[in-house]
């Protein structure tokens, strides 16, 4: 280009300081992950597992929510197709002999375990199919009518796991669930999504759906195809929701159809908002927020003492704070704290270059 | 590329916006449709692009029928639409946007080389690749939305309303560009409120009214029709005397249109 441009004169030399940059974070990254596997303190290990698994699950809904701008609430649908899957297809079988005492496990699950990796990735294809059965009707719909019918897909799933006595043992729910997902299992899945990610949404695929975010008749009629595109989004959602759910089945040990009630949907989706819809990084940093957000606050639960108010513990108040606080965040960062945007190492490094020159600036004067 | 429309017919639920319209795009010509508003003329656009669907008539191109075929299917087959009220992508960069009319196309060499070609038809666009489409002016969007549909290698470019809302020096520049981009050989279907500047550039026209096609000449023909003059143009013969006489005015030659 013979014109002058606003990018930066030497984007090659740019890249490849990002590339060791982010090799340098990988490292780091890495490193404090085998320093975490040492830590003896269980309650730190837990939070740092379900970080990653909200990574998991927040990108997910990113991709349909924030990426493609469909509306949907059927996360917690999706999750409880992978959490039961790797449940059934991981417990050994003596397990589930005693666990199913009143009607017995249907014929070939019963004896039937599987390595766990697999697990999660045939629950990630159950729920992609039974997202292609539900997204051919309600794909067509938009906004709230969308929302509605993905909800009310999601406690369908529910009701269904309740009364499905003899496949996922009702509402006795399932145990024994061998801990399969370590640090590594977890924040291993957690880097082939989030890689994942960043590759499909730079791609073309990934620019045809922020396409029809932005405005669907001009994508349309620049050959877009609409419905199968969006189709593509709600399955590979759900594959990753469902992935995110088998890890959270193995993560906590037990599960029932309690766990996936319409709140679990909520909970991804104030990750996904506060990172901001439609943003990688924003979602990640998110997902550390809020996991570990909601653990530390846990001392507001207790006894409180500010000298002339004093109470004796009250459950559920550190909810009450949570709630404030992401209000604050939705006030001050209408589109949550990225917006559509990336925290790419050239944005870093012009906050910081803009950061100091304003403090030279400063002292100048 | 001839693209011929015979005796098309659209309606949207029960009102008929389309009551049997014919006309002809020879390749290599811009061809404009004029009209006011309601006429049909933008449901005319959708029709051929496969976003609207028809209820009888047929659409060919080159002789063969692209009639109900996906929009996919029509942009491959070179007849790409220039939305009305430019509608670019607001949250996406210029580079994105430009990307995005390339949707259908896999040869990457080809596409960075037409990147490059747009750039240079549109030097405003190339000093901001890297700007969110919505921050830019409304001509520079009138641009990108022109640029975005080159990027789709048309051989028949349709626009729909391209001078909409833009000032009239603007509007002079994106009429520059439909010229230069029909210098390319690209066929133009041009749809225009504005029948000034959309006559004076095109070398054949069409008058759409109320859903059916009332007259048609070369661009100079139509600018010198008298009654193209009173209905679109705003000239009168004799100067009415007063409002009433100019209402009436123009009433009858709208009654005489119609009939």
Not at chain 1, 287 to 315: C, K, M, Y
Not at chain 2, 207 to 232: H, K
Request: charged share 15%; hydrophobic share 50%; proline share 3%.
């Amino acid at each position: 280009m013979q014109t002058k441009t606003i990018r930066p004169s030497k984007p090659a030399k740019r890249s490849w300081v990002s590339l060791i940059l982010t090799l340098i974070l990988l490292s780091i990254v890495c490193f404090v992950l085998f320093k975490l596997q040492g830590v003896q303190n269980q309650l730190v290990l837990r939070i740092a597992r379900l970080c990653a698994i909200n990574i998991t699950l927040a990108l997910a809904m990113n991709l349909i929510n924030g990426f493609t701008g469909i509306f949907s609430l059927g996360q917690a649908g999706f999750m409880a197709i992978g959490a039961y899957t790797t449940a059934l297809l991981t417990i050994p079988a003596s397990k589930k002999a005693m666990m199913f005492m009143l009607t017995p496990l249907v014929k070939p699950l019963d004896t039937l375990t599987l390595p766990f990796g697999l697990t999660l990735i045939i629950g990630g294809l159950i729920a992609a199919g039974a997202a292609f059965l539900i997204g051919v009707p309600c794909l067509r719909l938009r906004g709230d009518y969308l929302a509605i019918a993905t909800l009310g897909f999601s406690e369908i799933i529910r009701v269904l796991i309740m009364n499905a006595q003899s496949l996922t043992n009702g509402a006795q729910g399932l145990k024994s669930i061998p801990s399969n997902a370590t640090i590594w299992w977890t924040y291993g899945i957690a880097f082939i999504v989030i890689v994942f990610m960043a590759l499909f949404t730079s791609s073309s695929y990934g620019r045809a759906l922020k396409a029809i975010r932005e405005d669907e008749i001009a994508a349309e009629s620049m050959g877009v195809s609409l419905f199968a595109h969006k189709m593509m989004a709600f399955m590979l959602s759900a594959f990753f929701a469902a992935v995110g759910g088998g890890l959270l089945a193995a993560y906590n040990g037990t599960i029932g159809q309690d766990m996936f009630r319409v709140i679990q949907t909520y909970n991804v989706l104030m990750i996904v908002v506060m990172g901001g819809m439609g943003s990688i990084t924003g979602s990640v940093i998110a997902a550390f927020i809020v996991t570990i957000g909601q653990e530390w606050l846990r001392v507001l639960d207790g006894p409180i003492n500010l000298g002339p108010i004093h109470t004796s513990g009250i459950a559920g108040m550190r909810m009450v704070v949570f709630s404030a606080l992401l209000l604050i965040i939705i006030v001050f960062f209408r589109n949550g704290l990225f917006g559509t945007n990336e925290a790419t190492w050239s944005a870093i490094g012009g906050r910081l270059s803009a950061l100091a020159g304003h403090k030279k600036r400063g002292t100048a004067e | 590329m001839k693209l011929e429309i015979r005796d098309l017919r659209v309606s949207y639920g029960g009102i008929q916006a389309l009551k049997g319209v014919s006309f002809t795009v020879n390749e290599g010509s811009i061809v404009t449709l004029i009209g006011a508003n309601g006429a049909g003329k933008s449901t005319t656009l959708r029709a051929v692009s496969g976003l609207q669907k028809a209820d009888g008539g047929s659409i060919t191109l080159d002789g063969q029928s692209i009639m109900g075929l996906p929009t996919k299917e029509i942009v491959r087959r070179g007849i790409v639409m220039v939305p009305e009220g430019r509608r670019v992508f607001p949250d996406m960069t210029v580079r994105e946007n430009l990307l995005i009319g390339a949707f259908i196309r896999s040869d990457r060499a080809e596409v960075e080389k037409d990147l490059r070609h747009v750039f240079e038809l549109f030097p405003r666009l190339s000093e901001r690749t890297w700007q969110m489409a919505g921050t830019l002016s409304g001509g520079e969007q009138q641009m990108l939305a022109v640029g975005r549909a080159l990027m789709a290698k048309p051989k028949l470019l349709m626009m729909d309303e391209p001078s909409l809302g833009l000032a009239p020096l603007i509007v002079r520049g994106i009429f520059d560009i439909i010229k230069r981009v029909n210098a390319d050989g690209i066929t133009v279907l041009l749809i225009e409120q504005n029948a000034n500047a959309a006559l004076r550039v095109a070398g054949y026209g069409y008058v759409l009214e109320t859903g059916s096609i009332v007259l048609e000449g070369s661009g100079a023909a139509l600018m010198a029709d008298p009654r193209v003059q009173e209905a679109y143009l705003g000239k009168h013969k004799e100067k009415p005397q007063n409002a009433h006489d100019d209402y009436t005015a123009v009433a009858a030659t709208a009654g005489r249109l119609t009939d």
